[in-house]
């Protein structure tokens, strides 16, 4: 399960790197969490990439009053082409979410432990594949949001947990993002987990538990712990 992580790549970078031709524009975040607004890569009308705002935490269309459903952060790749709340998002509405880094923890509560997955390349931003729905309301009220693709964890996130946000590389975009001639059967078959050598992890200090807080000091990493294992030497 993927609840948390952070976009802090320059607005340009991230249009480049996903090579969207309009959207809206974001600050950087470094604590990004669930029903917060959040940037989505997806195709508009004409077919071409677009950067939107969407809420992370999916609601099916078909769904009466929000309020009484649950948030749905996050699918399985497993059963997303069989669970009614995702079926139909897998083969109209397929997006990319930009991040730079996310977050899971690892001890018991009121001791968790932070790690952050990031490039290990260090080129920072990269795109999780991702659903989005749209919801009307019969007040006539509307809202996008999203949930995010997850799959078993490979070697390397293992060793922290046992599910991953599925990283795209750039040359899947295209396939993952047209729903017009790649059929959702297909689709699934390209959410596999990242290459072993893809992330790199790194331990955070305490403050990111905290999902109220916000700034760059949040990704500070903690000082070695003596016994400790260097996640970063798995790679």
């Known amino acids: 399960m993927c609840s948390r992580y952070s976009l802090t790549s320059p607005h340009e970078a991230v249009r480049a790197y996903f090579k969207t031709v309009r959207g809206h524009e ?39 009053d929000p309020g009484e459903f649950g948030t749905l952060l996050n699918a399985r790749t497993e059963t997303a082409l069989e669970k009614a709340s995702f079926k ?13 880094a996310y977050y899971e923890w690892t001890g018991k509560p009121g001791a968790k432990v932070p790690h952050m997955f990031s490039r290990a390349d260090k080129s920072r931003v990269f795109g999780i594949a991702a659903l989005w729905e749209h919801w009307m309301g019969a007040d006539g009220s509307e809202i996008d949001t999203m949930a995010m693709l997850t799959t078993a964890a490979n070697r390397t996130v293992s060793t922290v947990h046992d599910r991953m946000p599925v990283i795209l590389p750039e040359t899947l975009f295209d396939a993952w993002l047209d729903v017009r001639n790649v059929r959702d059967r297909e689709a699934v078959g390209l959410l596999v987990p990242a290459a072993e050598d893809f992330l790199r992890i790194d331990e955070l200090l305490p403050s990111i538990n905290d999902s109220r807080k916000e700034g760059a000091y949040l990704q500070t990493l903690a000082p070695p712990r003596t016994g400790a294992r260097d996640f970063g030497t798995l790679l």
């Open 26 to 64: 974001y600050p950087p975040r470094y604590n990004i969490a669930p029903t917060q607004p959040v940037a989505i890569v997806r195709a508009g009308a004409d077919n071409k990439r677009e950067l939107a705002l969407v809420r992370w935490g999916l609601i099916p269309g078909w769904v009466k």
């Open 88 to 100: 139909v998002a897998m083969r109209h509405r397929r997006c990319l979410v930009p991040a730079d």
